[in-house]
T-cell receptor, first 112, second 116 residues
Framework: RKEVEQDPGPFNVPEGATVAFNCTYS??????FFWYRQDCRKEPKLLMS???SGNEDGRFTAQLNRASQYISLLIRDSKLSDSATYLC?????????????FGTGTLLAVQP | ETGVTQTPRHLVMGMTNKKSLKCEQH?????MYWYKQSAKKPLELMFV???????ENNSVPSRFSPECPNSSHLFLHLHTLQPEDSALYLC???????????????FGPGTRLTVL
């Protein structure tokens, strides 16, 4: 089983749509969770951290379910500029705090 | 210069060559990382330096040799690479974790490496 699993997509959605990405992780000791965004031929950049109670940043909402080891990202009112690969990231557990484990990413293409 | 810079941006080398990748961070961070990104595969952590000490070596072949002379600079020395080592090599930096929680990592633009 992969340490972090994501649906690779692509997700092709029209502008204004709501889209949700899911992610599962295998290490129950993981304590920190993130969504990174990577544009084509660019480096990954932090989109948002994911907190236990769920958190929202503008059009983006992240949720965490520790019991199911499941993370989600919801994007409302999609913009063309949201087109990118979204990477689910978890840390390697209490003994590997420095170690971030990345999923393969989910490709989002927002169509005009 | 701001953020995390990497040189060169592109590198083509033969299997018998020796080359080095350079990373510099201008963010005042004290942890630096090397990652490998291959097509259709997730980012793979290679090495972690925290407070200039190597704290993670993720089963990387010895033909990759990291060096961290100070908290702002990180090198990846390459020798006798294989074609399957062709990939995007990304450097990142962060503040070292506190209280068991990692901090945001900032990535450089990467070096696109091709091994012939």
């Amino acid at each position: 089983r992969k340490e972090v699993e994501q649906d690779p997509g692509p997700f092709n959605v029209p502008e204004g749509a709501t889209v949700a990405f899911n992610c599962t992780y295998s290490n129950s000791a993981s304590q920190s969770f993130f969504w990174y965004r990577q544009d084509c031929r660019k480096e990954p950049k932090l989109l948002m951290s994911v907190y236990s109670s769920g958190n929202e940043d503008g059009r983006f909402t992240a949720q965490l379910n520790r019991a199911s080891q499941y993370i989600s990202l919801l994007i409302r009112d999609s913009k063309l500029s949201d087109s990118a690969t979204y990477l689910c990231v978890v840390n390697g557990g209490s003994g590997a705090t420095n170690k971030l484990i990345f999923g393969t990413g989910t490709l989002l293409a927002v169509q005009p | 210069e701001t953020g995390v810079t990497q040189t060169p941006r592109h590198l083509v080398m033969g299997m018998t060559n020796k080359k080095s990748l350079k990373c510099e961070q201008h963010l005042g961070h004290n942890a630096m990382y090397w990652y490998k990104q291959s097509a259709k595969k997730p980012l793979e952590l290679m090495f972690v330096y925290s407070l200039e000490e190597r704290v993670e070596n993720n089963s990387v072949p010895s033909r990759f040799s990291p060096e961290c002379p100070n908290s702002s600079h990180l090198f990846l020395h390459l020798h006798t690479l294989q074609p399957e080592d062709s990939a995007l090599y990304l450097c990142a930096s962060s503040q070292a974790p506190r209280g068991g929680y990692p901090n945001e990592q900032f990535f450089g633009p990467g070096t696109r490496l091709t091994v012939l």
